[in-house]
């Protein structure tokens, strides 16, 4: 406990025995008097639950503080990286309504995305761990249910870095095949041929996350070639279809469905799946906050300085795009398996020149795709260190020579191949893995909401980074739009539904629940999950309630 905070509780406890002193006779007085210690008590027990976690260290080793705010910025808005998840994921928006969707669902999901990053930059002011999520709830939750929704939203967050990574690692295989497509218009990709570019992908971008040092300098540079790729992109294309631009109610009025879906407010819906995917991880930069300075000041700067940037290249990225595209219907039906390269294409007028802007999504996807295994792997670490995992005691440990958590980057790019063995039983399996990683992360946001809620906003300590009000109305709009996401993009992209074109994030939703509640509920060898994840947080202090432990990270 800090000093500040011990004055201040001496300070009270000086004020309490002094009305007690003067009032013993008076009864009102002596129930005021003991409503006061009660609320001091429940104030300083939350304070020194929010030091636990900001001072202890687990068996596991630390890393070093090696980033800085550009760095973690870095990081962040290259997972995120906006314009070009819109690049990547064109295919699973321009169905559901043309350009105006993307254009105004950029809009749309940027508010949004406003909302969960002040949500996520208070909670990381606050409680500043590489555990995020998780360790929010831990701290914030019931004390009776802390543990268990604790594990609970560990899981979800881990299974969104996963299905990301996986997202990732598949648009950078379609972009390869796209690249090889757009240079050889007579190939037909084949399944397996994406699945083994996948699984290479996976391998080589895994191999620039084992070297903590180097990581820094490649989130850095992924930042500025990722502006760059932008700027260069946008202005060529633009110079290119000059005199040949759509006019504007082609772009800002227009809606095109082509899902099938006779209702078009559902394709509309189906669709914002796409600048969803485009705002996603937005707490990517929360599991750095033991590798940075003052993390309580510099995440906050990192997540809406993600949405801001994000927000701004996207949307002037899109309108650029769609006023030069000539033929949207060849757009549509795209056989190089990236619509984005077919509007480079019909800009420029040159299969070299479309290569060569295509390239430079390849590097900015090449980017994203390190900057996700570096996020995984510290949650992925962060969780094992409390045991709510599978082999933790492995898991948790972070290697001395290369300085990262070595073990559960290995261990969750294992899983990562694993997940693309769904493209070969779906040719939507990219828009299911899209639709976990938005899911999932946006469930893993919403415990800590629900438990600040619960708690009172008004009794947080909260750090540096507090917007009172505003605050509140981010966390109830991130409530909402969890519950929207998780009903609506659940829906199949495309009708009649057929075995191809299913939607199966639903069978994974329970699949995988199914699996995280009986880790917790029944024994793996000596002891079940529960006892492991509580007992990895240390709960000897809390004699009333035995199910309770305090952080210690």
């Keep these: 406990m800090s000093q500040d905070h011990q004055s201040s509780t001496s300070g009270s406890n000086f004020h309490i025995s002094d009305q007690m002193g003067s009032s013993m006779k008076d009864k009102e007085a002596g129930v005021e008097v003991q409503n006061l210690e009660e609320n001091s008590n429940k104030s300083m027990e939350f304070s020194e639950s929010i030091a636990s976690v900001k001072l202890h260290h687990h068996h596991g080793g630390e890393l070093k503080r090696t980033f800085s705010v550009w760095s973690v910025l870095g990081v962040g808005f290259g997972l995120t990286n906006s314009w070009f998840g819109i690049s990547a994921s064109l295919v699973t928006g321009i169905q559901s309504g043309g350009p105006m969707l993307i254009v105004y669902g950029i809009l749309i999901i940027a508010f949004i995305s406003y909302n969960v990053g002040i949500t996520l930059s208070e909670l990381s002011s606050a409680i500043p761990s590489a555990g995020g999520q998780y360790v929010w709830t831990r701290v914030l939750a019931p004390r009776r249910f802390s543990s268990f929704l604790a594990y609970l939203d560990g899981a979800f967050g881990w299974a969104g870095a996963i299905f990301t990574s996986a997202s990732m690692a598949l648009s950078v295989a379609s972009n390869i095949m796209g690249l090889w497509n757009l240079m050889h218009p007579d190939h037909v990709t084949q399944k397996w041929q994406l699945f083994v570019v996948y699984q290479i992908v996976n391998v080589l971008l895994v191999v620039f996350n084992c070297y903590g040092r180097i990581l820094p300098f490649i989130a850095n540079g992924a930042l500025y070639i990722s502006l760059f790729s932008y700027v260069a992109i946008t202005i060529t294309v633009l110079a290119c279809a000059r005199g040949n631009y759509q006019p504007a109610h082609f772009v800002f009025s227009d809606f095109e469905n082509g899902t099938g879906w006779s209702s078009s407010g559902i394709a509309f819906i189906v669709g914002l799946i796409n600048p969803n995917w485009s705002f ?120 001395p020579k290369l300085g990262i958590p070595l073990n559960a980057h290995l261990f969750s790019s294992v899983v990562v191949a694993i997940l693309g063995c769904l493209y070969m039983a779906s040719d939507t399996a990219f828009n299911s893995m899209v639709v976990g990683c938005i899911t999932f992360l946006l469930l893993s946001y919403s415990i800590p909401v629900l438990c600040l809620l619960y708690r009172g906003r008004d009794n947080v300590k909260h750090g540096p980074f507090w917007l009172g009000k505003i605050g509140l109305c981010a966390n109830i709009v991130t409530l909402a739009w969890t519950v929207f996401a998780l009903v609506f993009f659940s829906f199949p992209s495309y009708m009649p539904v057929t075995a191809d074109t299913m939607n199966y994030i639903s069978a994974v939703y329970g699949v995988y629940i199914i699996l995280v509640l009986a880790y917790w509920f029944f024994p793996v060898k000596k002891y079940s999950c529960r006892e492991v994840f509580a007992g990895g947080l240390g709960n000897d202090e809390e004699e009333e309630f035995p199910d309770v432990c305090k952080y210690s990270i």
Aim: hydrophobic share 45%; charged share 15%.
């Design 280 to 399: 996603s991880c937005l707490d990517c930069a929360t599991h750095l906050a033991e590798e940075v300075l003052q993390p309580e000041r510099v995440i906050p700067i990192a997540v809406l300085g993600t949405v801001t940037i994000g927000m701004v290249t996207s949307f002037t990225y899109s309108i650029a795009m769609f006023f030069s595209v000539r033929n949207l219907d060849d757009i549509v039906s795209s056989t190089t398996g990236m619509p984005i390269l077919d509007i480079y294409y019909q800009a420029l007028s040159s299969r070299a020149g479309a290569c060569c802007l295509g390239v430079l999504v390849l590097l900015t996807a090449c980017g994203c795709t390190i900057a996700s295994h570096t996020w995984q792997a510290r949650l992925c670490w962060s969780f094992a260190r409390d045991n709510g995992l599978p082999f933790s005691d492995k898991l948790s440990i972070v290697d």
